[in-house]
């Protein structure tokens, strides 16, 4: 089982690595199986897993919206 503990120091060694790193470096090895993934620097990645993440809570908000009939956020 995943523990929160793992989980948080997973996301400290990430932030950290993410703190040295220059948001313009592109990986230092990509893997053969990628080859119609193009290899993007640090910036466009951390947005792509921005972009997604919120891509699939909105799903996920979506779904439980269709089961419980619960609207969090109405605009209009």
């Given at each position: 089982m995943f523990a929160l503990s793992d989980?948080?120091?997973a996301i400290?060694?990430?932030d950290a690595i993410i703190a040295a790193t220059p948001?313009?470096?592109m990986p230092k090895w990509w893997p053969?199986?990628?080859n119609d993934f193009p290899a993007r620097p640090l910036r466009s990645t951390i947005l792509h897993v921005i972009t997604e993440t919120a891509c699939h809570a909105g799903?996920?908000?979506a779904?439980?919206?269709l089961t419980d009939g619960t609207q969090?956020?109405?605009l209009g």
């Open positions: 989980r948080s120091s400290a060694k990430a948001l313009d470096a053969d199986f990628f799903h996920l908000d779904a439980r919206e969090w956020l109405v």
